[in-house]
């Protein structure tokens, strides 16, 4: 029922020259509703990983693809364009079924994803602050 859902919403639907998409792709169009829509379909999929018994460093980086894919898809149109060629969905089915073949087993590659990822979020949040703190300093 998970591999449905991404397939369904992240990849179902193919156009010439072999680019796939999704139920996700053409509801993101609706403004304000298609990317909620989107996340509460994408964090089904993460409620299941939690029932199966997945690591926590794994449903932390499902999560974080979901931020993701939802930060970057309230961007109007670029956001939907982005969301089609992410696909979160398809990704964390991908996460899932890894840690199923190899159960209780940490991933090098989930631990690797979410120390950049919190690298990149401090790094802009900080970057911002150290800039504003110069321009201050130099009032």
């Known amino acids: 029922d998970v591999e449905a859902v ?12 072999g680019f796939r998409f999704g139920i996700a792709g053409i509801i993101g169009l609706i403004p304000g509703i298609g990317d909620v829509v989107d996340a509460v379909v994408s964090v089904y999929i993460v409620v299941r990983a939690v029932q199966l ?11 974080v ?11 109007p149109l670029l956001g939907d364009l982005f969301d089609v060629a992410f696909k979160a969905n398809r990704r964390n089915y991908q996460i ?6 190899q159960p209780r087993r940490q991933q090098a590659s989930d ?9 990149l979020v401090l790094a802009s949040i900080a970057l911002p602050v150290i800039g504003l703190i110069e321009v201050i300093k130099h009032l």
Do not use: C
């Open 65 to 75: 693809n979901i931020g993701i894919e939802g930060l970057a898809g309230s961007v």
């Open 111 to 119: 631990w690797l994803f979410l120390i950049a990822t919190i690298v």
């Open 6 to 17: 991404a397939r369904w919403f992240d990849y179902a639907f193919a156009l010439p020259g």
């Open 53 to 63: 018994g997945i690591p926590r460093v794994a449903i932390a980086r499902m999560l």
């Open 96 to 101: 899932l079924k890894t840690h199923l073949l």
